[in-house]
């Protein structure tokens, strides 16, 4: 993952990009969220590869795994 997931200042400010490309991972998680399927978006962005993609999905996993998360009772 770590050679998937670039973070680069000078590109998107910073966000975490797919291989150093102008491909933030916010927009996979987003095009997967809104329902389409790695191959379509394969198919729309050829300098992408299916490992970016698994990738992506590793980073977000990553991302989620936490401790405990406090809820604020109202």
Same mark, same amino acid.
């Given at each position: /993952?770590?050679? @998937? ?9 910073? *966000?975490?990009?797919? @291989? ?15 329902? /389409? ?6 198919? $729309? ?6 490992? $970016? ?13 936490? *401790?405990? /998360? $406090?809820? *604020?009772?109202?």
């Amino acid at each position: /993952m770590e050679s @998937r997931i670039t973070i680069d200042p000078s590109i998107c400010h910073g *966000k975490p990009c797919i @291989r150093g490309l102008r491909y933030p991972v916010e927009n996979i998680l987003e095009w997967l969220a809104a329902g /389409m399927s790695i191959d379509e978006i394969l198919a $729309d962005y050829e300098d992408l590869e299916r490992e $970016d993609i698994l990738a992506t999905l590793a980073y977000a996993a990553r991302l989620a795994h936490i *401790k405990r /998360m $406090d809820r *604020k009772v109202a």
